[in-house]
């Protein structure tokens, strides 16, 4: 029996240059340990963890597989704390891209920061 999904993602792949790099940096930002796995000709992951229900996902080092300019923004839970977390990828060596926003009523805040990588994240708070 197959299994129904209620979110239109369900697994997300950053890619990075520098595998150690971007694992110091994720760790660093979110206070959390990324799981590494070595995929063989895949690549090597990071996983993030996380507790079902959830999308999960991961770093993706592998050759050919590079973050680009303008791509898609993914944004990470931070509602652990957004102002702490926004420092934390900052003082990493992450660059503001847009400062702490604050959002319609009931929608939270977010910010965005540049990765040790280039790739632009978002950071989403619901409160």
Known sequence: MSKTRSTVA???ELPVRDFAR???FYETMMGVTLIREDMGPYGQL???PYEEPSV???LL???GFEP???GPILYLNADSGLEAMLARGLAAGGTEVVGITTL???MGRYAQLRDSEGTVIGLHSAT
């Open 61 to 63: 080092y592998r050759p």
């Open 56 to 58: 999960p996902g991961c």
């Open 22 to 24: 971007a694992i110091t």
């Open 10 to 12: 369900v697994w997300f």
């Open 104 to 106: 319609p009523p009931g």
């Open 68 to 70: 680009v300019e303008g």
């Open 46 to 48: 990071a996983v993030f």
